[in-house]
């Protein structure tokens, strides 16, 4: 049974590809389209994800989406008859559920192949739950889901148990910790759709002077929910401006004229950065967890088990992440390694699997996540062949070591020599993190290598931190924390004693955003972070996207370019080393 699952017609579209009940190929559309974020429905992430696998559209039984219009019906009859909201909004919505029972017909256009298969509509949240859980090693977990909006709902949770995770309850629009963290976001002047990673990185600089601001903003219930209180948002009564259709999201301000009154005025995009807006980051990324965990809190006293899994939007705060297992009773938890609505495409799919193939049937942990594009030593030579007089001309030499070690050992001497190494092996990554496979890797231990980075490569916020990926067996060595972190979803403390050795990957706040590295995971990432260690004695090197203002690099077509274009010193390539003199 083959299963297509699907995040279309909203940010970040994706598309994966099961194969009874196993997931063999992953990717988001952006890496494709080279817009971030991309929107609208997923044709080329589909089209590659049948072509890796040898199949055609009409080899495909059953095409899965985690969007279901018709959920959570009654809920919004209810409130468009309590609050009167201005029809053009409603309009909107309509125009989306409209597109959205489209989809069989898209595939067949988009693709130029029959589909003979069909269409299931999951409802968001439980989509979110399921790529949370079905993916986790636990045989029994709670599940959380909190986003901005899917499915007129904003969080939602239950308990996975064996192959089956169900929806116990709800926070139901207009109440949402996504969009209370997205207006704040907007207020800080970063508007694009997905800056909240801003927020949360500029927070260690401020301190949590807002709070009892931010405490008017989000109201806890004693049950673990929260509310927002309305009078500081726009979204529940007048039409925000949302693009989803083929390009980059564009959502208009969430904040009302109240938020200006209580935080003061807000930023401009290109107005400079005060300590007032630091402060006010980390007042917003404080309410959150202080929400957040009492959420968690009290869904561990309800259900008594100790493993939670988390997805949405919301998942993807590694700062609270980092937090779950010292601020709440939970011993264990997991975030694979697409929490936000991409990921929604495989939960919606394996919930579907399970629907399809009845009875009960085996899973598997997602303990890696390189499921998407992957290029051959020969493609790349044939690459690097035909554009040779422009790589000459940029001042490089060309050399394939076929030699594993050699390979490794020459990367690893770069890096350590302070050189900007691009890293491009394997198959892409799947979700937003770059992974040691379409990543830049560098020397930790230098201080001044964010600026460098900043300078040469990456042209962003010099507040931004770059991030450590480590052998997993030497985590406990340098880190608070002895845990699996494959995804760089969580955020530790380093040992105090430690952080002067790696400045480059410590947070002002003494953090680093972990990512631990197994042989069996990722064998060639692995085997150069261990001749790193040989020659520095740190068992780590800095890890950042292979991207400059783009998404993360596909193709080795797109890693060359960027080689090209900025001032990286060495671009590793399957095999293939290019050096700059």
């Not at 095409?63 to 919004?76: C, F």
């Not at 290029?375 to 790589?391: C, K, N, P």
């Not at 800095?542 to 080689?563: G, I, M």
């Amino acid at each position: 049974m083959n299963i297509l699952g699907l995040n279309a017609y909203h940010g970040d579209a994706s598309a994966c590809l099961l194969r009874d009940g196993k997931l063999v190929a992953a990717a988001e559309e952006e890496r494709f389209r080279r817009i971030k974020h991309w929107a609208g429905f997923p044709s080329q992430a589909i089209a590659w994800c049948l072509k890796d696998a040898g199949l055609s559209l009409s080899d495909i039984d059953h095409v899965a989406i985690n969007q279901d219009s018709g959920a959570n019906l009654w809920r919004k009859l209810a409130f468009t008859l309590k609050q009167r909201p201005d029809i053009s909004l409603v309009l909107d919505r309509l125009k989306n559920k409209r597109k959205r029972t489209g989809v069989a017909e898209e595939l067949s256009t988009s693709l130029g192949q029959p589909f003979k298969g069909e269409v299931h509509y999951v409802e968001h949240h439980h989509a979110h739950l399921g790529s949370a859980f079905l993916v986790s090693p636990f045989p029994e977990a709670v599940a959380v889901s909190v986003d901005g909006f899917g499915d007129f709902a904003s969080a939602a949770w239950g308990i996975g148990r064996g192959d089956q995770v169900e929806v116990d309850d709800k926070v139901y629009f207009p109440h949402s910790l996504g969009i209370f963290y997205e207006s704040i976001t907007q207020f800080i002047g970063f508007p694009h759709y997905g800056d909240e990673y801003k927020v949360m990185g500029l927070a260690p600089y401020g301190e949590p002077k807002y709070l009892p601001e931010m405490r008017r903003i989000v109201r806890l219930q004693d049950d673990g929910r929260f509310e927002l209180n309305l009078d500081y948002f726009r979204h529940h009564r007048e039409k925000v401006e949302y693009e989803w259709d083929n390009g980059q999201p564009i959502v208009g301000s969430l904040f009302s004229d109240a938020l200006i009154e209580l935080l003061g005025s807000a930023r401009g995009k290109d107005d400079p950065l005060e300590q007032r807006h630091k402060d006010i980051a980390r007042s917003a990324q404080a309410m959150y967890e202080e929400a957040f965990f009492h959420l968690v809190t009290r869904l561990h006293e309800k259900y008594h088990v100790d493993a939670l899994a988390l997805a949405g939007g919301c998942a993807m705060n590694s700062v609270a992440n980092g937090k779950v297992l010292r601020n709440s009773p939970y011993k264990k938890l997991y975030v694979q390694a697409a929490a936000g609505d991409a990921g929604g495409a495989l939960g919606a799919a394996l919930i579907t699997h399970r629907q399809q193939a009845g009875g009960s049937s085996a899973r598997s942990t997602m303990d890696h996540a390189f499921w998407g594009p992957h290029f051959s030593d020969e493609e790349i030579g044939a690459l690097v062949t035909r554009r040779s007089t422009e790589i000459a001309g940029a001042g490089c030499t060309i050399e394939q070591l076929t030699d594993e070690q050699v390979l490794v050992d020459r990367a690893a001497a770069c890096a350590a020599r302070g050189d900007v190494l691009g890293w491009f092996q394997g198959r892409m990554e799947w979700g937003p993190r770059a992974l040691g496979n379409r990543s830049i890797v560098c020397d930790p231990r230098r201080a001044d290598m964010k600026d460098i980075l900043n300078q040469k490569i990456k042209r962003r916020e010099s507040f931004r931190p770059f991030a450590p990926s480590i052998l997993r067996e030497a985590t406990a060595e340098w880190f608070e924390t002895d845990d699996d972190v494959p995804f760089m979803m969580q955020v530790y403390q380093i040992r105090a004693e430690k952080r002067g050795q790696i400045p480059a990957v410590t947070h002002v706040d003494g953090s680093g955003r972990l990512q631990t590295v197994t042989r069996a995971a990722n064998p060639r990432y692995y085997a150069l972070i261990e001749s790193f260690r040989a020659l520095t004695g740190v068992p780590m090197v800095l890890n950042t996207s292979f991207n400059e203002n783009e998404p993360v690099v596909c193709r080795p077509e797109e890693a060359l370019d960027c080689f090209l274009r900025t001032r990286m010193d060495t671009l590793v390539m399957g095999t293939w080393v290019l050096t700059r003199s």
